[in-house]
């Protein structure tokens, strides 16, 4: 077990370290794209629409955050499942020529994604402190409700790296699925904006639960019930398991696909 993490370590480090290489920025790209990001949407919607979340009373701002704060957990989301799907292509021979633990290879874009999601939730941070005066310490527990969807994309990408050595067509299809999640999601708008009888249908996409628990905890400090916590770790859990038990029933045939 411990090979196996090292294994991840290296091939997320070097994952890391060949996306930025040749730029001149290197690593501080990581940093300067978030910070970007946030000041034209605060910009666009605190300055330009002045639009407060949900008809609230919150400063124009606080849109910018609540914006920002969604858009941190897709992101996350899109890349894992959008790099995924060609993971074991680029690294053909790990499958042919040596021996090697292929479940690892479709969780480097997982720790790749976490690792621009932490910036990004570092850059939401100050800029919290900076236009509302505080952060909460319930941050702390930031990791452990984002513990249901880490689960559950390492479960989505060892199911779509395995499948799309055999169905390639579903990389082409990719970036409609994950456009489609960032519209049906609660990320430029609130679910209470939506009418009731959609809001349940909200809850079909995976990422509303996630980004809903974060931002009750970021700017609420609302923990989610013990019993839906739970149910969504379960559920993660679940759909982790399915995805390596795929991966490992499609791994006798990668070399021939390939």
């Not at 959609?198 to 974060?214: A, D, G, V, Y």
């Not at 609302?222 to 038990?245: W, Y």
Request: with cysteine; hydrophobic share 60%.
């Amino acid at each position: 077990m411990h090979q196996l993490f090292f294994l991840l370590w290296q091939q997320s480090k070097r994952d890391i370290a060949i996306r930025y290489r040749g730029s001149s920025a290197g690593l501080l790209w990581a940093l300067l794209s978030p910070i970007l990001l946030l000041l034209i949407y605060t910009f666009v919607f605190g300055v330009v629409f002045q639009a407060r979340w949900g008809g609230q009373s919150a400063s124009q701002s606080s849109f910018a955050l609540y914006l920002f704060a969604g858009l941190i957990i897709h992101g996350f989301f899109a890349e894992c499942l959008t790099r995924s799907t060609g993971i074991l292509l680029q690294h053909t021979n790990y499958i042919k020529r040596i021996v090697f633990p292929l479940a690892v290879l479709p969780l480097v874009p997982v720790c790749s994604a976490l690792f621009h999601a932490a910036i990004s939730f570092a850059v939401f941070f100050v800029a919290l402190w900076v236009l509302q005066g505080f952060v909460s310490f319930h941050f702390l527990l930031l990791p452990a409700i984002l513990l249901p969807l880490l689960t559950m994309t390492a479960g989505v990408c060892w199911l779509l790296a395995g499948l799309c050595v055999f169905l390639r067509d579903i990389a082409q299809v990719m970036p409609m699925i994950t456009t489609v999640l960032l519209f049906t999601a609660p990320v430029f708008y609130p679910v209470s904006a939506l009418p009731p009888a959609f809001q349940s249908w909200m809850l079909l996409n995976p990422l509303t639960i996630p980004i809903e628990m974060t931002r009750n905890l970021l700017f609420l400090g609302q923990l989610p019930s013990l019993g839906s916590f739970l149910l969504s770790l379960l559920a993660g859990v679940l759909v982790a398991a399915i995805g390596l038990l795929t991966f490992s029933r499609l791994r006798p045939g990668f070399a021939d696909a390939l």
